[in-house]
Nanobody, 125 residues
Framework: VQLQASGGGLVQDGASLTLSCSAS????????LGWFRQAPGKEREFVAA????????VYADSVKGRFTISRDKAKNTVYLQMNSLKPEDTAVYYC???????????????????WGQGTLVTVSS
């Protein structure tokens, strides 16, 4: 699976931004798709994930209520709609795909087999 993330940029505190992750190479019906982020000097952390087949989602507490993950099966693309952005959301955002990943495992980095290249989101105060 090849993953191409896009949509990052520089926005102000409180703004919205939508990230996209286009997938190719394999059918995604058995995959979980996730978004992670890594801020400078910090470890990569889970943001949100979705089971491709049935659309079940899971979110990190830090983004719950502000971010929404969704997928478009026709376009083989997963999105991360980010609202009410805060400076602490500044990070490189990565999309990832895990084969056979169950919902309870989706927050774990080790559950993912494929990673995109990352897209930078900077939120200014």
């Amino acid at each position: 699976v090849q993953l191409q993330a896009s949509g990052g940029g520089l926005v102000q505190d409180g703004a919205s931004l939508t990230l996209s992750c286009s997938a190719s190479g394999r059918t995604l019906s058995m995959f979980g798709l996730g978004w992670f982020r890594q801020a400078p000097g910090k470890e990569r952390e889970f943001v949100a994930a979705v089971r491709w087949s049935i659309g079940s989602t899971v979110y990190a507490d830090s983004v719950k209520g502000r971010f929404t993950i969704s997928r478009d099966k026709a376009k083989n693309t997963v999105y991360l709609q980010m609202n009410s952005l805060k400076p602490e959301d500044t990070a490189v955002y990565y999309c990832a795909a895990g084969f056979g990943t169950i919902l309870s495992s989706m927050p774990l980095i080790r559950a993912y087999d494929y990673w995109g290249q990352g897209t930078l989101v900077t939120v200014s105060s």
